[in-house]
């Protein structure tokens, strides 16, 4: 199993980001998908879950319409789009396959003027 996020990096209050998470050595389009963040000092909370079909979503109150979740099942890879963004969303974000125990090395978020 192999998942490296990519995308990250530093803004100022209000911009946008997208992030990507490309997944490899396991079958992609059968599971569902999540991003997860970790701000310093505190402990790592689930961001956004999508379904393996991309059907389904689901998100955290603190992101919910500003942050979107979508998948290509193609190209093995899954995708965060982060507009409106507050210092608050500063973190390191990672992807993860539900039920396969395996992080990447994460991307770090920065928003910041």
């Known amino acids: 199993v192999r998942l490296v996020e990519s995308g990250g990096g530093l803004v100022q209050p209000g911009g946008s980001l997208r992030l990507s998470c490309a997944a490899s050595g396991f079958t992609f389009s059968s599971y569902a998908m999540s991003w997860y963040r970790q701000a310093p000092g505190k402990e790592r909370e689930l961001v956004a879950r999508i379904s393996s079909a991309g059907s389904s979503t689901n998100y955290a109150d603190s992101v919910k319409g500003r942050f979107t979740i979508s998948r290509d099942n193609v190209k093995n890879t899954v995708y965060l789009q982060m507009n409106s963004l507050k210092p608050e969303d500063t973190a390191v974000y990672y992807c993860?396959?539900?039920?396969?125990?395996?992080w990447g090395q994460g991307s770090q978020v920065t928003v910041s003027s």
């Open positions: 993860k396959a539900r039920a396969i125990d395996y």
